[in-house]
């Protein structure tokens, strides 16, 4: 009877991998620093490998959880991908870089590719950057359009903007660029730099910057 029971509990385990393809997207959320902001872990199906997204570790306990989560699942990082640099989104990239020395970054003021609409491939992770300037001037938009998700860093929240009154701030930018957000398919899946996910639907609707 108990092996019975084992096998039965197994089953559960076995049917989540089968609708979890290699292929797919799994998102980590972690809350980080005084800002709570959204640092994301993205891998890919079953597979060892993630990208980082806008690492805002502050502090060693902050820092634990991080790794703790990485070495947990087994997962390497292959590239921090940054939305923009105030600091609450890049406060934990100095850490990474001791950890994870050589680590490539993606951002306005890191690599950038040759030609902004082509599409960048790491190991099965495949996306584009968006510019999305107007919370600040270096603000970009991660868009995995086969999974159609968009990581928008504080350019768009749910039902709500980022500031535009830091340096770099510009109002008309961020009209422009939420404009370019809108014209992505409605059922692309917005993860934002602060709060909670949304969609691009959802913001059409009820954003009343939009
Ligand atoms: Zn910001």
Request: charged residues 15%; contains cysteine.
């Amino acid at each position: 009877m108990r092996n019975s029971r084992v096998l039965q509990n197994s089953l559960p385990t076995q049917l989540t991998r089968s609708i979890n393809p290699l292929n797919m997207l799994n998102i980590k959320t972690f809350y980080f620093n005084p800002y709570r902001e959204c640092t994301y872990i993205v891998s890919l199906g079953d597979s060892s490998v993630c990208l980082i997204i806008d690492p805002g570790m502050y502090g060693e306990s902050e820092e634990r959880r991080f790794y703790d989560y990485l070495t947990a699942n087994n997962l390497t990082p292959l590239a921090v991908l940054i939305t923009h640099t105030h600091p609450d989104h890049i406060c934990g990239l100095e850490s990474i870089d001791q950890h994870y020395p050589n680590l490539p970054h993606y951002g306005t003021i890191y690599t950038m590719p040759a030609d902004i609409n082509d599409e960048i491939t790491i190991n099965g992770f495949t996306f584009r950057l968006i510019p999305t300037p107007g919370h600040k001037e270096d603000c970009l938009c991660f868009y995995f359009e086969q999974d159609h998700i968009l990581f928008t860093g504080d350019t768009l929240f749910q039902e709500s903007v980022g500031r535009t009154d830091l340096p770099g701030g510009d109002i008309a930018q961020l009209t422009q660029s939420l404009n370019t957000l809108c014209q992505l398919p409605e059922q692309t899946q917005v993860y934002p730099g602060h709060g909670y996910p949304t969609t691009i639907e959802h913001e059409k609707e009820y954003n009343p910057y939009i």
